[in-house]
RNA sequence: GGCCCGUUCGUCUAUCGGUUAGGACGUUAGGUUUUCAUCCUAGAAAGAGGGGUUCGAUUCCCCUACGGGCUACCA
């Protein structure tokens, strides 16, 4: 049998980091075992359903790089991809149940339902809706033929699945093994909604066999209804497919699954891409390869000490066993560390397309080769793209010094030093040999290199950090440079 | 509360019964450098607790604790 997996995302928001976890598992799986991948949108859900969450969804993969095989705009032969188109569908199955009598009608109001789960609760129980009390409450199974007729027209009723009490439920997660699970346990889930749609637990179990799905890879939050599904396969007598459940993803610190407000109270990403006040990892500056890598490793590693991975070497080091059981913090210094690697190991050419729009500044002053030397001098000093105009802002911008500090501004020599320096530019013809006359001038002078060297680059960048100063002044060239300890001297008179 | 899953340095993880429990991020100290960063070297840092099984348990089993998930006509 082909291997065929499926990413079912519901578009009821963005994507959040969890998912796109989940769909490069699958892709990566699919890959592996040259298999297909195919995007299933599972919009039954009308009064959560936002519009713009399914193209968000497509963007998102596509920036990642794990694209589908098969998907509402990349139609296969197992559509339709959206569950709101496959209602009939879902229908007929339905149908069939309830003729085999594994399925009923239940006319139980909301506020019924209501009323019973707050006695229960007063009892210090909690009301489930099973084989211990379905024949007291108003369904098919209790009313006459003549009355579910009746209340079928009225047209405000669901389809529960009948579960057969106290038969062991048996089900594999590829990852964990056996479980084993008391029919009892169990409720009897509503199988299609009174808006006539399916449930996600039917829909997802009529969708995997029809479309041939051959093994189900989701987060680990639906492990508990992993019974509930295999009896619904059981049911239609169909196969069930393999199941993997997948770790979930943990706030950086503290309990719980990530959430979009861990993410706004620490000032970091939670979404691929921007959603509305939310940024994205692509927008804060990562590659998708970065997040890719990271998202790979984070309950995964191929027992050997790589780090750094490109999707290409994922698809063919990526092996299921090895997959963590328990869920995993998300760090977000080592994300930043792993996309540092990845900026690091990019072409300046690469680099430079990627921040073409903010490096803009750059041309009126400088060529293209001139503009890619910069951007290699300062590669190997950033973590997120947006770095590396913080990095080369001095190459246009004169510094304003505002942040000049005492040991320069109060030293009595710093004038005449400056004074000095601007001989030195002006006598050499070549900037190679700045170094050796600043140096010989320390010597004759009795100063020391570090501080000569401080205050240069203080004239020069406006603090004391940045890329060999030499190679700068190089770059910016002798009138620049002039200039700009002109600037500081003047500076330093006021 | 009930049910299910899990538990190795702060974090992500290696170890398929015998190891000085390894690596990476972060952190600390040193080195390189004109500075910061990079880079290099070194350091601190872990088997939740209790019972078994075994000549020997981080590894297998049980209990407890803790963590997580589910408990909707949401997915």
Redesign the pocket.
């Given at each position: 049998m082909s291997c065929r997996v499926r990413f079912?995302p519901?578009p009821?928001g963005p994507l959040h980091i969890g998912g796109l976890r989940t769909a490069l598992y699958n892709y990566l799986f699919a890959k592996k075992n040259k298999g297909s991948f195919i995007l299933r949108i599972?919009d039954?859900?009308q009064n959560?359903y936002i519009k713009e969450s399914e193209e968000y969804i497509n963007e998102s993969l596509n920036w990642a790089g794990i694209n589908p095989d098969e998907s509402p705009i990349k139609k296969g032969e197992f559509g339709p991809y959206r569950q709101s188109e496959r209602k009939s569908i879902y229908n007929n199955y339905v149908l069939k149940l309830i003729e085999n009598n594994k399925a009923y009608y239940a006319f139980?109001?909301?506020e019924e339902?209501n009323n019973l789960r707050f006695e229960y609760e007063k009892k210090?129980k909690?009301f489930?809706?099973d084989y211990s009390n379905r024949k007291s409450l108003k369904n098919s199974l209790t009313l006459t033929k003549e009355e579910t007729e009746k209340l079928k027209k009225q047209n405000?009723f669901?389809i529960r699945l009948k579960i057969i009490p106290n038969q062991i439920i048996s089900v594999e997660d590829k990852i964990?093994?056996n479980?084993n699970?008391n029919s009892n346990?169990l409720d009897d889930k509503?199988l299609i909604?009174?808006?006539g749609?399916p449930?996600?637990h039917f829909a997802n179990v009529v969708d995997d066999h029809l479309m041939k799905i051959s093994t189900v890879i989701r987060g680990?939050?639906?492990?508990?209804?992993l019974p509930f599904h295999k009896l619904l396969y059981k049911s239609f007598k169909w196969k069930t497919p393999d199941f993997m459940h997948l770790?979930?993803i943990?706030k950086p610190s503290g309990?719980?699954?990530l959430s979009k407000r861990d993410s706004e109270k620490m000032g970091i990403p939670i979404f691929p891409l921007s959603w509305k006040e939310n940024v994205g990892f692509k927008e804060i500056g990562f590659l998708p390869n970065s997040i890719i890598n990271y998202l790979a490793?984070?309950?995964w590693?191929d027992?050997t000490?790589k780090?750094i991975y490109s999707l290409k070497e994922l698809e063919t080091a990526f092996d299921f066993k090895?997959i963590?059981?328990?869920?995993?913090?998300f760090?977000y210094?080592?994300a930043k560390?792993i996309n540092h690697n990845h900026l690091k190991n990019l072409s300046d050419k690469s680099l430079l397309s990627l921040s073409k729009k903010s490096l803009k500044y750059l041309n009126s002053s400088y060529k293209k080769t001139e503009v890619l030397k910069i951007i290699s001098l300062v590669k190997?000093?950033l973590n997120l793209i947006p770095d590396l105009k913080k990095e080369t802002l001095f190459f246009y911008n004169d510094p304003d010094y505002s942040l000049l500090n005492e040991k320069f501004s109060k030293n009595k020599d710093s004038i005449k030093v400056l004074n000095d320096f601007k001989t030195v530019f002006s006598s050499i013809n070549n900037i190679d040999d700045a170094k050796n006359q600043i140096i010989n001038y320390g010597n004759e002078n009795n100063l020391k290199?570090?501080y000569l060297?401080?205050l240069l680059?203080i004239s020069i960048v406006g603090e004391?950090?940045?890329?060999?100063?030499?190679?700068i002044i190089k770059i910016i060239g002798k009138s620049v440079t002039l200039k700009r300890i002109d600037n500081l001297m003047s500076k330093l008179k006021n």
């Open positions: 079912a519901s009821t599972e039954t859900d959560r139980d109001s909301d339902l210090g909690t489930k809706y405000s669901v964990r093994g479980i699970v346990l509503v909604k009174s808006d749609m449930t996600y680990e939050e639906w492990l508990p209804s770790p979930l943990l309990k719980g699954k490793l984070l309950g590693n027992d000490e780090e090895k963590q059981k328990s869920g995993a913090k760090d210094d080592k560390w190997e000093r290199l570090g060297m401080q680059r004391l950090s940045g890329p060999d100063l030499f190679s």
